[in-house]
């Protein structure tokens, strides 16, 4: 079994289309595959393509998917790292969500059809194999982790997998065996989920975004460390089973989430524009004659750096494709990502050229975004100079105490990645990516969430240096 490596969107809705149209306000979560469960008193078939929710038609779902008994939809969109994009296509689609016990597979080609499974699950996050230890192995017909994951419920009951698995995970499951769909966050909270309401019936999603765009309504953050019970007939209860310790991961507000999302009552967009006020009081080159950014999320911390600058702002970027190359299953597709997408818009050039120029960026984690941009602005837009300031700090250093940091709950950084800041200094990140390069510092990023009432000991910091999140 291996870790699963995700940082996913999932949803449950009363009804297909609505699912469908979740996932699709989920797509910066994820581009690789995407499953719909559907739920019935007595049955559970399952759904699951390679692609965006685009790649399959709506109405070809609905004949899939078109028994009357259905009542809940749970649906899932898929951003992987720990697969091969290049293996064998049941393989991809079989570690795809939702994971499933029991049920007849038919795969046709880059989709497949499971009727009458015995549990579904979808999940968000990444739980680490030494607390799935009594998950016999032999169980298990997929190297995903979400799998040992309902393995482990339907063995010992949701209630022990909240006492006994510590995180990080967001999931829905379903069992033929029980009359309500259950959902559970764990008791750190690092993944989010939202409880809402469409249409009169209770529903979840992984960012409140989801309900916003579909004509729904946000009721509340689902609870670390509680399960919550959804009926048949729209209805929830809820059941606290072991105390919150909150350690929610920063990286959703500063990278992650959608802008127009909040998460645990802050809003993602007021935390970027904090964070470009920061990077502005901490890291400002002399000579800059522009601000802009690498699209998109960066965009609203980039206008707040240059009016705390005083400086002025204009994209000059543009991407063809809103995909994010973060989001790419392996280093060659992330490079295409960028060099097939990014460029210079033809209106900026003749104002840049000759300009001292600086771009705010979201994050450096492996540099591969960095040098195509900053290669654009000096050979396509005659910039002069390029600074580069990112308003996240360095990930993936070596901590105080010898360990290599990185991700281990759900975000596509490793301990193992290729960080372009382990064991550089600054200086030395700057003349690899070819240009003056600045970080918030650790302390001032946990000020800008202090003051939006998230104490800094409720935030995992370890991919930055911090602490182990389960010490």
């Not at 469908?20 to 499953?35: E, I, P, Q, T, Y």
């Not at 909240?162 to 990080?168: D, S």
């Not at 009721?219 to 929610?248: C, F, M, T």
């Amino acid at each position: 079994m291996k870790e699963m490596q995700e940082n996913c969107g999932f949803c449950v809705t009363s009804l297909l289309h609505d699912c469908n149209n979740f996932l699709k306000s989920s797509r910066h979560r994820g581009r690789d595959a995407v499953g719909i469960g559907a739920v019935g008193d007595d049955c559970i078939d399952v759904v699951k393509w390679l692609g965006t929710p685009e790649s399959f038609d709506i109405s070809n779902l609905h004949e899939i998917l078109q028994s009357k008994d259905y009542h809940t939809y749970l649906g899932h969109i898929r951003y992987t790292t720990s697969g091969n994009k290049n293996a064998p296509l049941e393989e991809r689609l079989a570690e795809a969500h939702p994971q499933v016990i029991g049920g007849k597979a038919e795969y046709c080609g880059s989709h497949v059809i499971i009727r009458n499974c015995d549990a579904i699950m979808v999940c968000n996050g990444q739980v680490n194999v030494p607390y799935l230890n009594d998950v016999k192995s032999s169980l298990l017909k997929t190297k995903c982790d979400t799998e040992a994951l309902l393995r482990f419920f339907y063995q010992y009951g949701e209630l022990e997998l909240l006492r006994r698995i510590p995180g990080a995970y967001s999931l829905a499951l379903a069992d033929r065996r029980r009359k309500e769909v259950i959902v559970l966050r764990d008791r750190h909270g690092m993944r989010p989920a939202s409880l809402g309401k469409k249409d009169g019936n209770c529903c979840v999603a992984s960012e409140m975004i989801s309900l916003w765009e579909n004509g729904g309504y946000f009721i509340k953050d689902i609870v670390p460390g509680s399960a919550y019970y959804l009926d048949s007939k729209g209805s929830y209860r809820s059941e606290k089973v072991v105390e919150p310790e909150l350690q929610h991961c920063f990286f959703e507000w500063n990278y992650v989430a959608h802008v127009r999302s909040h998460l645990s009552k802050i809003s993602v967009l007021t935390a970027r524009c904090h964070l470009g006020e920061a990077l502005a009081t901490e890291f400002r080159p002399k000579d800059i004659d522009l601000v802009s950014f690498l699209p998109s999320c960066p965009e609203m911390a980039a206008i707040s750096y240059a009016d705390k600058a005083g400086l002025p702002f204009m994209p000059v970027f543009y991407k063809k494709r809103k995909e994010r190359a973060f989001l790419g299953p392996s280093a060659e597709e992330r490079a295409a990502s960028i060099r097939e997408n990014l460029y210079l818009l033809d209106n900026a050039i003749p104002f840049i050229k000759d300009m001292t120029v600086l771009i705010v960026d979201d994050s450096i984690v492996r540099g591969n975004n960095s040098p195509y941009a900053i290669k654009l602005l000096k050979e396509n837009g005659g910039v002069k100079r390029v600074c580069l300031a990112s308003y996240t700090p360095p990930i993936g250093i070596i901590g105080e105490d010898g360990v290599p940091r990185g991700c281990e709950f759900g975000v596509d950084m490793p301990p193992t990645d290729k960080f372009i800041a382990r064991g550089r200094t600054i200086e030395e990140v700057g003349t690899i990516l070819g240009a003056e390069v600045g970080y918030l510092s650790v302390e001032g990023m946990l000020k800008v969430f202090d003051s939006l009432s998230m104490p800094r000991g409720n935030l995992c910091t370890y991919c930055i240096g911090g602490k182990h999140p389960f010490s």
